[in-house]
């Protein structure tokens, strides 16, 4: 067989393809998945729940409740847009959830006051001031435990919640009148007690947080703070005559 003959029959063996290694294929399939996949945190299933908590507080109070959504909750933990849906079904159950967080922080901050109070009169002005106090530092997370067409009180967590923050407001009107309050039989004086309590110091922190008292500190004399017209509104007697 001549030389021209060698190289035809070398011409016409078929290439064997190269092969890739397992290895290398899985790499280059890692390399073409999209960049956002890495972004998402793992959090073990407890923590997780927690996790989208605290991220719907924090777009709460950044964004308000127009910017509260289950996919910036989502975005702001680092997780699939899923994850909300899981954990509290829609919206709804998302903002219930973060209501009863704010109602167990905001019966912690009023304990915790009273704790600290030594006098009676502190005693007395330790709640109202702790009322308002939570509203300022938190007042997007204030606003939505209020929002009651927003919420799902069947939610056993936000009940209980909401009925301890209740059950802590009886029990300091009680006190006040010196005698014993069952928050579920009132008697009419007791509910007015309350309703009056509740009323005036909710109401001052609605027109406190919508910049609505500006007008009044600034007839009083300089340096007077909202927390000292909350006390002098508190302590002050009532004296108007009621027309016989």
Same mark, same amino acid.
């Given at each position: 067989?001549g030389?021209? #003959?060698?190289k035809?029959e070398?011409?016409? &063996?078929?290439?064997?393809?190269? &092969?890739t290694?397992?290895a290398?294929s899985?790499?280059?399939?890692s390399?073409?998945?999209?960049?956002v996949? &890495?972004?998402e *945190?793992?959090?073990?299933h407890?923590? %997780?729940r927690?996790?989208l908590?605290?991220?719907?507080?924090?777009?709460l109070e950044?964004?308000?409740l127009?910017?509260l959504?289950?996919?910036a909750v989502?975005r702001e933990?680092g997780?699939?847009?899923a994850?909300?849906t899981?954990?509290?079904? #829609?919206?709804?159950?998302?903002l219930?959830e973060l209501?009863?967080?704010?109602?167990?922080q905001?019966?912690?901050?009023?304990?915790?006051?009273? #704790?600290a109070?030594? *006098?009676?009169?502190?005693r007395?002005?330790?709640?109202p001031k702790a =009322?308002?106090?939570?509203a300022?530092?938190?007042?997007g997370?204030y606003?939505?435990?209020f929002?009651?067409e927003?919420?799902d =009180?069947?939610?056993?967590?936000?009940?209980?919640a909401?009925?301890?923050s209740f059950a802590g407001?009886?029990?300091? !009107?009680g006190?006040m009148?010196? $005698?014993?309050?069952s @928050? #579920?039989?009132?008697t009419l004086n007791?509910?007015a007690?309350i309703?009056?309590?509740?009323?005036m110091v909710? @109401?001052f922190?609605m027109l406190?947080?919508? @910049?609505?008292l500006?007008d009044?500190l600034g007839?009083l004399? $300089?340096?007077t703070?909202?927390?000292? %017209?909350? $006390?002098a509104?508190? *302590?002050?007697p !009532? *004296?108007? &005559?009621l027309?016989v």
């Amino acid at each position: 067989m001549g030389k021209s #003959d060698t190289k035809s029959e070398t011409a016409r &063996k078929p290439r064997t393809p190269r &092969k890739t290694s397992s290895a290398a294929s899985a790499q280059a399939r890692s390399a073409r998945r999209p960049a956002v996949a &890495k972004t998402e *945190t793992p959090y073990h299933h407890g923590a %997780l729940r927690e996790a989208l908590l605290q991220a719907a507080e924090r777009v709460l109070e950044r964004d308000g409740l127009s910017g509260l959504t289950l996919r910036a909750v989502a975005r702001e933990a680092g997780v699939s847009h899923a994850a909300p849906t899981h954990h509290f079904g #829609d919206l709804t159950g998302l903002l219930s959830e973060l209501a009863a967080v704010g109602f167990r922080q905001f019966n912690a901050a009023m304990a915790s006051s009273c #704790d600290a109070a030594t *006098t009676p009169l502190e005693r007395a002005l330790a709640r109202p001031k702790a =009322y308002v106090a939570y509203a300022q530092a938190h007042p997007g997370m204030y606003g939505i435990m209020f929002r009651t067409e927003r919420l799902d =009180y069947s939610r056993p967590s936000l009940h209980e919640a909401a009925e301890a923050s209740f059950a802590g407001l009886a029990n300091a !009107i009680g006190m006040m009148r010196q $005698e014993q309050i069952s @928050g #579920d039989a009132l008697t009419l004086n007791q509910g007015a007690a309350i309703a009056r309590a509740w009323s005036m110091v909710h @109401g001052f922190t609605m027109l406190l947080l919508d @910049g609505r008292l500006e007008d009044i500190l600034g007839r009083l004399p $300089e340096g007077t703070t909202a927390e000292q %017209l909350l $006390e002098a509104m508190l *302590t002050a007697p !009532i *004296t108007a &005559k009621l027309p016989v």
